[in-house]
């Protein structure tokens, strides 16, 4: 009996351990059949594809970035994963069915758009979470209160990680102010917090962490005062550009900080002088106080002073007096925007930016302005060196005076005239050939003609009075201003027969006046459909001189590139893919036009994002022709493109009196790489920043590894994937083009033809696209290609009567050429919206 009883507990026990199997079992595949309808929410919320997570196949096995234990989802990593049509117009922070993923430990989303603010629920409901990324994912608002209950994840401690060295959260839509509590950061660093949303004070608690080596506070929008930065005695960078902070800094600021190399406070609203003790600083290379209100004079740094700062940035502030003879040694000043009097540096201009000021040279402020200035500081102007007549109390003096006066000015006056009609025997016989073929140019249809300097430039298009432009601009009235130009300033108008036309005002007597001279002819000469129509002139001023061009509403690139949305939040938008292709093959054709169909070729000299003007249509019309020229017979080999002796970051090269067409392309080269990467504008920036800009952007593009360009391009644009090897083409004639040898850039018609087409650059990928490869294997590769032949034959020859974009379809089908459109039709007249709303506001 006893044995009986053994043996049934025996087989209950069996029983038992085979029923809790079974159910384990069966609650494991109850847990994995709701994780995959969990995931399959979320494949439906973010608009993944299904070639990445596929709904027949096994989700731990099969679907990327799903990384399983024992059946259970431990790990998904959304880096990397491509998204539906609906994704991708459609991105946001919608990842609720993950808290049925109840093992989840790591959540990747790096490089993954999820616009929108962190659930306060993760910190609730995702216990198991150890990693969270979140980097590059354009996530909004502030960080919830909530992570704080993630104890594998966000400790309470964290304000208290003694050994924490580095940090960096930049780039995000981060807001609210920033903790106090990060001065309990003892050992840190590194502290990068730029580019988000961050308001209020800085907490004085971060300049107390003497271990800080960089500080990156820039692009927010933190205010008030600076506080005390003495104990930063370790710092070496301080970027706290784009905010608005304000009020004076004192003689001490910095006075400990002999370790600093970098020092960035560009576009705040700092007021007072500038402390003396930034010119000594042993380390200090690169200083950019732009864009702000300091004054008062420059120190007198002394004749064995020894700059230490190689690149500094004064523009844009309140500065006025002489200029220091020892600016010289520095490696690149810019000065512009300011008030500074007296003489220039004469040939030491390549390295410093003088725009703007009211000095004795060309583009500078008005008299009147610089007299009001002055006069606020409680000193007299110089005049721009008009000596005026001085008082005496003796009438005999004064009499020696006068008489010594006019025979001097007599002499001058005899020597003047000398002088002219020696300059215009010479400039007549280079008129009529003594230089070759640079004084020659090309006509109107397409004919050899003389020199632009022969041209009567009164009767260059239509001679419109004074009082006509006056009335269409309202006196010139500062709301009608389009910008402030190097060549002039421009304004919109109006006439009284509704045309609406742009107004280049260039006071002679502070601009050199080659510029609009130069303009002039050049517009007698050429005419082109990608070329600003230029309509008439007035000359009748003695000091002031007006061009007349047709306006074109959508104004330059550099302003148009990011509009703003018709919705009543105000976000911007930038241009789509198709408009930025447009605009760049624009560009190429009027380029085209100047390098291969006028004889001999001209330069523009001076392409940038604000030379390319854009119409309602965002047809291109190139600007900007006060530094046109024809190709040197003899280019150097050589070319610095970076140093530019006018405004910083412009595209024009120092110590030459004439650039080239291999310069051409240079510039337009970065033109492309800022339509591909959304950062229009930057090679005008600072020239420093610039060129590291350009060097991290060419180091991300590769003919092998498409992947890589992902990592610059611009994040707002969303292209299918049939068009993204057009971008990657783009990227990759870029490149080309931005050879640092000017022999081995393409040329512009093989640029063009190149653009057409861009896909085709990847799937060929030849060897002209190569780093070390040269002009003439570009024009093998079109001339010796049949499908670029015949591709190319039918768009080329309408080019050649007009000019306009090729239009593609979203089909991974082969693409051609729109048809080109006659002028009329491409450029029609802009609608009255701007002029009738400026009028309202009278």
């Avoid at 400990?256 to 042993?282: D, K, M, T, Y």
């Avoid at 390319?612 to 190139?622: G, M, Q, S």
Wanted: glycine share 8%; net charge neutral.
């Amino acid at each position: 009996m006893g044995a009986q009883r053994l043996l049934m507990l025996l087989v209950a026990n069996v029983l038992f351990i085979a029923c809790s199997q079974q159910l384990q079992l069966l609650a494991l595949k109850s847990e994995a059949a709701i994780e995959r309808l969990a995931l399959l929410d979320l494949r439906s919320s973010l608009g993944i594809r299904a070639a990445d997570w596929h709904k027949k196949s096994d989700p731990c096995k099969s679907w990327v970035g799903v990384e399983c234990q024992s059946g259970r989802v431990t790990g998904l990593r959304l880096h990397g994963l491509r998204r539906s049509k609906w994704g991708r117009l459609n991105p946001r922070f919608s990842v609720d069915s993950i808290v049925n993923l109840t093992m989840l430990s790591s959540f990747n989303s790096s490089g993954f758009l999820l616009p929108g603010s962190i659930p306060s629920w993760f910190g609730y409901r995702l216990s198991a979470l150890q990693v969270l990324d979140l980097c590059s994912s354009s996530v909004s608002g502030s960080i919830p209160e909530s992570l704080g209950n993630m104890m594998r994840l966000v400790p309470p401690e964290l304000y208290f990680l003694r050994n924490l060295v580095s940090l960096d959260l930049s780039t995000n839509r981060l807001n609210g102010m920033i903790s106090s509590g990060m001065g309990n950061f003892s050992e840190i660093k590194y502290l990068n917090l730029s580019d988000n949303g961050f308001s209020s004070v800085v907490p004085a608690e971060l300049f107390f962490l003497f271990k800080m080596v960089e500080l990156d506070l820039s692009s927010n929008s933190l205010s008030g005062t600076l506080p005390e930065v003495r104990h930063l005695v370790n710092l070496q960078k301080m970027n706290l550009g784009s905010n608005y902070l304000e009020g004076s800094l004192s003689k001490e600021t910095f006075f400990s900080l002999v370790q600093l190399e970098s020092l960035v406070l560009r576009n705040n609203r700092f007021h007072g002088a500038l402390p003396n003790v930034l010119w000594i600083l042993p380390k200090l290379h690169f200083l950019d106080v732009s864009g702000n209100q300091f004054t008062g004079r420059l120190p007198d740094l002394g004749s064995n002073f020894n700059a230490t700062i190689k690149v500094f940035n004064l523009s844009w502030n309140l500065f006025y007096g002489t200029l220091a003879v020892q600016l010289v040694k520095f490696g690149s000043v810019d000065l512009s925007g300011n008030y500074f009097e007296g003489v220039s540096l004469g040939s030491n201009l390549t390295k410093i930016q003088l725009m703007r000021n009211c000095l004795q040279m060309g583009n500078q402020r008005s008299l009147e302005e610089c007299r009001s200035f002055y006069a606020d500081q409680g000193t007299r102007f110089d005049d721009f060196g008009v000596v005026s007549r001085p008082s005496s109390n003796s009438k005999s003096r004064f009499v020696f005076i006068m008489v010594g006066v006019f025979g001097g000015v007599l002499l001058l006056v005899v020597l003047v005239v000398i002088m002219w009609v020696i300059q215009r025997s010479c400039r007549h016989v280079e008129v009529n050939g003594a230089t070759n073929a640079n004084a020659k140019h090309v006509s109107k249809d397409g004919t050899s003609a003389s020199t632009m300097a022969s041209v009567d430039v009164p009767h260059v298009g239509k001679s419109f009075t004074y009082e006509q432009l006056a009335q269409s601009t309202s006196n010139f009235n500062e709301k009608f201003l389009i910008k402030n130009g190097h060549s002039g300033d421009l304004y919109r108008g109006r006439m009284d027969s509704g045309t609406h036309i742009t107004v280049k005002k260039v006071d002679v007597h502070v601009l050199n006046n080659e510029s609009y001279v130069s303009e002039l002819k050049f517009f007698d000469t050429v005419s082109h459909p990608r070329l600003v129509p230029f309509l008439g002139h007035c000359l009748d001023q003695d000091n002031q001189k007006f061009l007349v061009y047709k306006y074109l509403p959508n104004g330059d690139l550099a302003k148009s590139f990011n509009r703003k949305t018709s919705g009543t939040d105000g976000d911007l938008q930038s241009l789509d893919w198709i408009t930025r292709l447009k605009i760049a093959t624009g560009v190429a054709e009027g380029l085209s036009y100047l390098h291969h169909e006028c004889n001999p070729p001209l330069v523009h000299g001076d392409l940038k994002a604000t030379s390319i003007i854009l119409d309602d249509n965002f047809e291109v019309r190139l600007g900007s022709f006060g530094e046109v020229h024809a190709q040197p017979e003899s280019p150097p080999t050589s070319i610095p493109e970076f140093t530019n002796p006018r405004t910083p970051g412009q595209c024009l090269s120092a110590g030459l009196s004439l650039t080239t067409c291999a310069h051409d392309v240079y510039c337009f080269g970065k033109i492309m790489l800022e339509l591909v990467t959304g950062k229009v504008g930057m090679s005008d920036s600072d020239e420093t920043i610039a060129k590291e800009w350009l060097e991290q952007m060419l180091s991300y593009i590769s003919i092998s590894d498409k992947e890589k360009l992902s990592k610059i391009l611009d994040p707002s644009l969303m292209v299918d994937d049939d068009l993204q090897e057009e971008v990657w083409g783009m990227a990759l004639i870029a490149r080309s083009c931005l050879r640092p040898n000017p022999s081995k850039r393409p040329l512009m018609k093989h640029i063009l033809r190149a653009l057409e087409n861009p896909w085709k650059v990847v799937r060929d990928g030849g060897p002209w696209l190569r780093t070390t490869s040269s002009r003439k294997s570009w024009a093998a590769a079109f001339f010796s290609s049949s499908s670029w032949r015949q591709n190319s034959s039918e768009g080329n020859a309408a080019f050649r009567r007009s000019g306009t974009s090729g239009s593609h379809s979203s089909s991974g089908q082969e693409r051609q050429t729109s048809r080109k459109k006659l002028s009329s039709e491409i450029f029609p007249e802009p609608a009255d919206a701007w002029f009738l709303e400026s009028q309202n506001q009278d």
